[in-house]
């Protein structure tokens, strides 16, 4: 009863569109991981537990929930990123407008239009008056925040897998270089041909084929090089 006709969590909403306005003040980042430190801190307690390792991944928004848990905790051993965004959200709406006019569905004038669209909507999700007016700009502010300093500043084991059809995922493709740069050589990646976000397979005409997962292949590599 409180998820909308897409299975996403909305909460007592007025409109049954939205998500109510007391979810919107607690998407955000920095809540979700304290929310995962505490749950972990009680995990070590139990008898049950084997605290030898903690390995923490994370898919998409995830990545970025595992990414500060990561450098927060400093049990974990391992860091899983799936579809991972190094360079935070925002950036991804930029890119489109810009992939758009480079394919001709739009042209470079209306790009250009859009583009400062997101820098001006970026501008509000930065600005505590207009997040305290409209509490849903809190989520793309936290989420908005670049990860590769992050990963980089994670000594321990890295692995990123990600699809060559994604757009959130594109500049996966320079993070070798930057840990290359940095004399770093704990980062395990993947790169998926033909695959979008949740990796299903994508023809040539981008047309996404759900009937074509990747999910148990990619999670499969993922789990042998955790107890390599």
């Not at 505490?38 to 307690?45: D, N, P, Q």
């Not at 990561?70 to 992939?99: C, I, M, Q, T, W």
């Not at 997101?118 to 849903?136: E, G």
């Not at 976000?197 to 955790?226: I, L, R």
């Amino acid at each position: 009863s409180e998820l909308d006709n897409q299975y996403s969590y909305i909460g007592a909403s007025s409109d049954h569109k939205t998500p109510s306005i007391a979810f919107q003040k607690a998407d955000y980042l920095e809540n979700y991981v304290s929310r995962a430190l505490v749950v972990l801190k009680f995990l070590r307690k139990q008898k049950w537990a084997d605290n030898s390792k903690l390995i923490v991944a994370g898919h998409s928004q995830g990545s970025k929930v595992a990414s500060y848990i990561a450098n927060k905790d400093k049990h974990v051993s391992k860091l899983g990123l799936f579809s991972a965004n190094p360079y935070g959200r925002v950036d991804e709406l930029v890119r489109n407008y810009r992939k758009q006019a480079e394919r001709k569905e739009i042209s470079w004038e209306e790009a250009n239009k859009q583009i400062e669209k997101q820098y001006q909507f970026y501008r509000d999700a930065n600005d505590p008056k207009k997040i305290s007016k409209y509490p849903f700009l809190l989520a793309w502010k936290s989420f908005s925040e670049p990860l590769i300093d992050d990963w980089l500043s994670f000594n321990k084991p890295i692995y990123m897998a990600y699809g060559t059809n994604d757009l959130s995922s594109d500049l996966c493709d320079l993070v070798p270089l930057l840990f290359i740069g940095n004399k770093k050589q704990n980062l395990t990646y993947k790169r998926y041909l033909n695959l979008e976000h949740n990796f299903f397979e994508v023809d040539s005409a981008g047309t996404v084929n759900h009937s074509k997962p990747h999910w148990k292949e990619v999670m499969s590599s993922f789990v042998k090089w955790t107890i390599e």
